[in-house]
């Protein structure tokens, strides 16, 4: 390290105050600012610096907007500038600045001068940082809404599932019993049409059950949970679904396969509502250490930069959305006339290890 | 019912396309308890692709579904206006054929809808109200095996 002479502090002190990129502001007793840096200028509105210049008002108060206390995100009780005998080392406040209006900034505010009350404002601007944390807890939220959605879905389809339908299903078991006791044509008629509608309401349940979560998701795992979804489709819709899965029955984390079959879930629907198609060509393989699910109809196709989405345009970010969830890579291929292809990989091998402990 | 002898559900369902000069044409029934009674159109005219045949109803789902269900004759005159774009997938006959306008009616068989039969346009409008009345009228009171009324009894 070099010796440091009051003459070269002096220097560097100078410099820092002209090229640093934190806003410092000396303030003295009253509030009122006596020296303001380049960086400072900066973020500043014009007319607020000439009323300082100029001696109208020379307050720091019109430009602070208020810090953030531990009752308000923006406060103006017990002002760091009335009460400099608190702790105000590091706090948030909010400036009006210029062309950006209000914007958060990390500032420290302590005396340099005891004797004659002057004190240094140091403003650092969290905009970026603010952003990057917003983006890591709207992520963390949309991780919790989707782990809560398919929790609520699982139980009430295991409820449905487990009780409602076993109890509708013993029910029907003593109505058939009834059928060989003594009992006149007119009632069996009668019998005869509410077990057929109980047999239908109890087809509903099960459906409703499979279509909330399908239980042989977590029983059986992908390839089956699909099998039985795209037979449905086929019945629902007159769609064709072709399947390759070469998967060999293996099992990945629950949080991958859930991500996996709804995304599918997600791109056949569209492909059966916009593509136009009577047939939807679904891939189910391991690749490189990659799970990968492709997608692909040769139906219609769409513009990718048109912006206007023919639904919603939720389904497109919600698969986005899922994919990050996991780590995966989410690809959409589309061009008018020339089909979609949606394609879906998700990394495995961190997984591998949990599966096979279990 | 399906082999109603001397009754060719093909050869009618074309003439009456013929007849009213329809675009399309289906007939659907609902099939015996062993499967659960779902409804799947049997026979079809005018038909775009081979969709229809891969189509299975519940009460309730669907054109025949709800006709079924209701046993009451249904009119769509303008899909584009009648049904939002996002339901439009619950109802797999419109979408699979491109139909923009169709009328569907309950066939009975004494006091239970026994089958559906649905006509409709790939143009828009093009059934309404008083022609989906005089397609009513024009069938007959039977129609092979079923009734085109409620029966008295059963």
């Known amino acids: 390290m070099i010796q440091m002479t009051e003459e070269h502090l002096h220097d560097l002190l100078k410099k820092m105050y002209l090229n640093s990129m934190e806003a410092i502001f000396f303030i003295d007793e009253d509030g009122n600012v006596i020296a303001m840096n380049p960086a400072a200028e900066n973020i500043l509105d014009v007319d607020v610096i000439r009323r300082m210049r100029s001696g109208v008002d020379e307050s720091f108060c019109q430009t602070c907007k208020g810090y953030t206390d531990e009752k308000d995100l923006i406060s103006c009780s017990k002002c760091y500038l009335d009460y400099p005998q608190g702790e105000f080392s590091s706090f948030q406040v909010y400036l009006k600045t210029r062309g950006e209006g209000i914007v958060p900034y990390a500032a420290s505010y302590h005396t340099i001068d005891e004797s004659r009350g002057i004190r240094v404002l140091m403003l650092l601007d969290l905009t970026k940082q603010q952003k990057t944390q917003e983006m890591l807890q709207r992520m963390n939220m949309l991780k919790y809404v989707i782990k809560a959605?398919?929790?609520?879905?699982?139980?009430?389809?295991?409820?449905?599932?487990?009780?409602?339908?076993?109890?509708?299903?013993?029910?029907?078991?003593?109505?058939?019993?009834?059928?060989?006791?003594?009992?006149?044509?007119?009632?069996?008629?009668?019998?005869?049409?509410?077990?057929?509608?109980?047999?239908?309401?109890?087809?509903?349940?099960?459906?409703?059950?499979?279509?909330?979560?399908?239980?042989?998701?977590?029983?059986?795992?992908?390839?089956?949970?699909?099998?039985?979804?795209?037979?449905?489709?086929?019945?629902?819709?007159?769609?064709?679904?072709?399947?390759?899965?070469?998967?060999?029955?293996?099992?990945?984390?629950?949080?991958?396969?859930?991500?996996?079959?709804?995304?599918?879930?997600?791109?056949?629907?569209?492909?059966?509502?916009?593509?136009?198609?009577?047939?939807?060509?679904?891939?189910?393989?391991?690749?490189?250490?990659?799970?990968?699910?492709?997608?692909?109809?040769?139906?219609?196709?769409?513009?990718?930069?048109?912006?206007?989405?023919?639904?919603?345009?939720?389904?497109?970010?919600?698969?986005?959305?899922?994919?990050?969830?996991?780590?995966?890579?989410?690809?959409?291929?589309?061009?008018?006339?020339?089909?979609?292809?949606?394609?879906?990989r998700i990394p495995i091998s961190s997984f591998e290890g949990e599966a096979n402990e279990s | 019912m399906n082999n109603q002898p001397g009754?060719?559900?093909?050869?009618?369902?074309?003439?009456?396309?013929?007849?009213?000069?329809?675009?399309?044409?289906?007939?659907?029934?609902?099939?015996?308890?062993?499967?659960?009674?779902?409804?799947?159109?049997?026979?079809?005219?005018?038909?775009?692709?081979?969709?229809?045949?891969?189509?299975?109803?519940?009460?309730?789902?669907?054109?025949?579904?709800?006709?079924?269900?209701?046993?009451?004759?249904?009119?769509?005159?303008?899909?584009?206006?009648?049904?939002?774009?996002?339901?439009?997938?619950?109802?797999?006959?419109i979408v699979a054929e491109q139909l923009k306008s169709l009328g569907a009616v309950p066939l009975w068989e004494g006091k239970r809808v026994v089958g559906v039969l649905l006509a409709g346009y790939r143009t828009e409008d093009r059934l309404d109200e008083s022609s989906f009345e005089l397609f009513q009228q024009g069938l007959e009171t039977e129609f092979g095996a079923f009734r085109v009324k409620e029966g008295a009894h059963p």
Request: charged share 25%; glycine share 8%.
């Open chain 1, 149 to 344: 959605q398919e929790d609520e879905r699982k139980r009430i389809s295991r409820e449905l599932h487990d009780s409602v339908a076993q109890e509708l299903l013993s029910s029907l078991v003593d109505l058939r019993v009834l059928k060989y006791m003594d009992v006149g044509e007119d009632a069996l008629n009668k019998l005869r049409q509410t077990e057929a509608s109980l047999t239908r309401l109890l087809d509903d349940i099960r459906h409703l059950s499979v279509e909330l979560r399908p239980s042989s998701l977590d029983d059986l795992g992908l390839e089956a949970a699909f099998r039985s979804h795209f037979k449905w489709i086929e019945k629902n819709y007159g769609i064709l679904v072709r399947f390759s899965a070469e998967l060999a029955a293996a099992r990945y984390g629950s949080e991958i396969e859930t991500v996996v079959y709804r995304v599918c879930q997600e791109a056949v629907l569209n492909a059966l509502k916009y593509s136009g198609m009577d047939e939807v060509h679904v891939r189910l393989c391991e690749e490189q250490g990659q799970l990968l699910l492709t997608v692909r109809d040769d139906g219609v196709g769409f513009d990718l930069n048109a912006g206007e989405a023919k639904g919603t345009g939720l389904g497109l970010y919600g698969m986005r959305e899922r994919a990050e969830l996991v780590g995966g890579q989410f690809m959409l291929l589309s061009a008018p006339g020339g089909g979609t292809t949606v394609q879906l």
């Open chain 2, 7 to 93: 009754f060719h559900y093909q050869e009618e369902i074309d003439k009456l396309r013929e007849r009213f000069r329809f675009d399309f044409v289906s007939l659907a029934w609902v099939q015996p308890a062993e499967d659960r009674f779902v409804l799947t159109w049997q026979y079809a005219s005018g038909n775009l692709n081979e969709r229809y045949k891969r189509i299975v109803l519940h009460s309730g789902k669907g054109i025949a579904g709800i006709v079924f269900k209701t046993g009451k004759p249904m009119l769509i005159q303008n899909v584009a206006a009648d049904l939002s774009s996002r339901d439009l997938f619950n109802y797999p006959i």
